[in-house]
């Protein structure tokens, strides 16, 4: 991340440090989640796997910032002074209180305080405040268009944390209508499994049978008549892909064979 020299102070209590430590240790969890093992459980499939949808620009450089940031915050004693020498780095602390909050109030991570709404809203706006101080010294050290562009930067790589590493699980069912969703999945399995009987050079079915067939395999696997779940196809594209195109080439395997001794009896 390129930043300017200068430098901007922001001083935490130590409710202001738990509620930034609980959202970046969550993103770092899921960031080295993905790195080492390259799993995505909390992606949103609804968009990671579908085309012409912004799913953001992953950077290298911005993922090391939000490490060292997390190192710092913690190691901070009771409180204290963060310093900070760009923007993005303030805006990665308002997107761990977020995080944090949600959490919190999901129940999957409780903080341990009293008045979480009120107290996070009061640090976002101290960050914020200090965040565009941050930003007028980029502005005045960078210029105009080299602020926009490390504006652009976090924008993209902040989207890429979103759809990849900080869906809750528990709102997939309410972003839309069981239908709907149902038919989503389904059109994400049968491009993936298009996708992979291309590389494999199988025949490949008519739009209606390739539904219909992926349709049967996720009754199969909700059935707990597979090796995988339904979780594992949707935090795995790889797996997905070959359990989909796997299920279509056995299945066309089967009609073969039937087809046969009908045959040799002509």
């Not at 760009?86 to 919190?104: K, Y």
Request: charged letters at 35%.
């Amino acid at each position: 991340m390129s930043a300017p020299s200068d430098s901007e102070t922001i001083r935490l209590s130590p409710r202001d440090q738990q509620f930034i430590c609980a959202g970046l240790n969550w993103i770092v969890a899921n960031y080295e989640l993905y790195r080492i093992k390259d799993k995505v459980p909390n992606a949103r499939p609804d968009r990671i796997w579908r085309r012409n949808l912004d799913k953001g620009v992953f950077d290298q450089q911005l993922a090391d910032r939000v490490l060292a940031l997390r190192a710092e915050v913690s190691t901070l004693t009771a409180g204290g002074r963060l310093r900070a020498s760009s923007s993005a780095e303030f805006a990665a602390c308002a997107l761990a209180v977020r995080v944090a909050v949600t959490r919190h109030n999901h129940g999957h991570r409780l903080l341990e305080m009293t008045e979480v709404e009120n107290s996070s809203v009061r640090l976002l706006r101290r960050i914020e405040t200090v965040r565009k101080r941050a930003k007028r010294a980029e502005v005045r050290q960078l210029a105009e268009d080299g602020y926009k562009e490390a504006a652009r930067t976090w924008r993209e790589f902040s989207t890429w944390l979103r759809v990849h590493l900080l869906d809750c699980q528990c709102k997939r069912k309410r972003r839309a209508p069981p239908f709907r969703y149902r038919r989503v999945l389904v059109h994400q399995f049968a491009q993936l499994a298009w996708n992979e009987l291309t590389d494999r050079r199988h025949k490949i079915p008519d739009d209606r049978e390739l539904r219909r067939l992926v349709r049967l395999s996720i009754r199969y696997v909700r059935r707990g008549r597979s090796h995988f779940t339904m979780h594992d196809l949707l935090t795995d594209q790889i797996t997905a892909a070959s359990h989909f195109a796997n299920f279509v080439i056995l299945h066309d395997e089967k009609a073969e064979r039937k087809k046969r001794p009908h045959e040799d009896q002509h």
